[in-house]
């Protein structure tokens, strides 16, 4: 069993930055694939980016390429993204995610957080 809780959001202007965490516990979470992913009001959740159980992969949805970052720290059991310019159409609930890493740029995780609420004002 892996928990996963998120922290970061809040309310930022367009163009500024946002830095969100998902802190993981469970005996084996550092060995599974990252992710995140966003649900905006009216629409189904989508995948955001994702990062191999080291660090060594990582890959995005084109709609975040070039200005969110991924990463992760296993000595802490912790996977960031880093958001930058940020846009009115990056508002959403933001979940973290943990699986197999092919599996989750399909949506796909074994194991869901309870989401973070990120508001970009225009």
């Known amino acids: 069993q892996v928990t996963l809780v998120e922290s970061g959001g809040g309310l930022v202007q367009a163009g500024g930055s946002l830095r969100l965490s998902c802190a993981a516990s469970?005996?084996?979470?550092?060995?599974?694939?990252m992710g995140w992913f966003r649900q905006a009001p009216g629409q189904e959740r989508e995948f955001v980016a994702a990062?191999?159980?080291?660090?060594?992969?990582?890959y995005y949805a084109d709609s975040v390429k070039g200005r969110f970052t991924i990463t992760r720290d296993n000595a802490k059991n912790t996977v960031y993204v880093q958001m930058s310019s940020l846009k009115p159409e990056d508002t959403a609930v933001y979940y973290c995610?943990?699986?197999?890493?092919?599996?989750?740029?399909?949506?796909?995780?074994?194991?869901w957080g309870q989401g973070t609420q990120v508001t970009v004002s225009s």
């Open positions: 469970g005996r084996t979470s550092s060995t599974y694939g």
């Open positions: 995610g943990a699986g197999n890493y092919g599996s989750l740029a399909r949506g796909y995780a074994a194991y």
């Open positions: 990062i191999s159980w080291n660090g060594g992969s990582t």
